[in-house]
């Protein structure tokens, strides 16, 4: 079975750019949640998309959008980037999500940076 | 805010057994204690899970306080390959924001 996987792997924007990220959930798996990982500040949740609908948000700005598709596959968007959103975004997929006893299978990440 | 508190680091000798303690004094009663680890350049993996009694599987085991208000994780034998960041987190029923903390960063001495 396949993993979850991310793409890019890599990517290198300037301030000011808008990014898309793209996530595949392991097949059958219909919750997608995205977190942002940087040193300073270390694993912060996003959002989380299950059946196409955004099921929950963390704080941050409006900048930071998502989205799920009826195949579960899920991508999130980043407008107008500022250097302090130079990081490593993850994504995570589970079954159902919102199951307190539920395995989270996370890809390998994408590595953002903002110059 | 995360739940879990844990040592920022800890150093192991290879082969030896490892304990990694997570505090969590506002555990609710339905709220299930997960740990996971994050490799260098990977992101994190499923490790063990548990709500009340202790859990073991093919990876570590977990050790629960009568009182759920603690936990440790136990690698048997610790090998290079289980250096990595470890991270304690609590899952509470119907929340589906899981906060992760810092995590214990486990150093491997060969």
């Known amino acids: 079975k396949a993993g979850v996987t991310q793409t890019p792997r890599y990517l290198i924007k300037t301030r000011g750019q808008q990014v898309t990220l793209s996530c595949s959930p392991i097949?059958?798996?219909?919750?997608v949640s995205w977190y942002q990982q940087t040193p300073g500040q270390g694993l912060q949740f996003l959002f989380e998309y299950f059946s196409e609908t955004q099921r929950n948000k963390g704080n941050f700005p409006g900048r930071f959008s998502g989205r799920q598709f009826s195949n579960s596959r899920s991508e999130m968007n980043v407008s107008t980037l500022e250097l302090g959103d130079s990081a490593l975004y993850l994504c995570?997929?589970?079954?159902?999500?919102?199951?307190?006893?539920?395995?989270?299978?996370f890809g390998s990440g994408t590595q953002l940076s903002v110059l | 805010d995360a739940k879990t508190t844990q040592p920022n680091s800890m150093e192991s000798n290879e082969e030896e057994p490892v304990h990694l303690p997570c505090n969590h004094s506002?555990?609710?009663?339905?709220?299930?204690i997960h740990w996971y680890r994050q490799l260098p350049s990977q992101g994190p993996e499923y490790v063990i899970h548990?709500?009340?009694s202790n859990v073991n599987n093919r990876m570590a085991s977990l050790a629960i306080a009568e009182d759920r208000k603690s936990s440790t994780l136990i690698l048997h034998r610790a090998t290079l390959r289980d250096a990595a960041v470890y991270y304690c987190?609590?899952?509470?029923?119907?929340?589906?924001?899981?906060?992760f903390g810092k995590g214990t960063r486990l150093h491997i001495l060969p």
């Open positions: 995570a997929s589970s079954l159902l999500g919102g199951a307190t006893n539920e395995k989270l299978f």
């Open positions: 097949s059958g798996h219909r919750s």
């Open positions: 506002t555990i609710s009663g339905t709220d299930y």
């Open positions: 987190i609590l899952r509470d029923q119907g929340d589906d924001k899981i906060i």
């Open positions: 548990g709500l009340t």
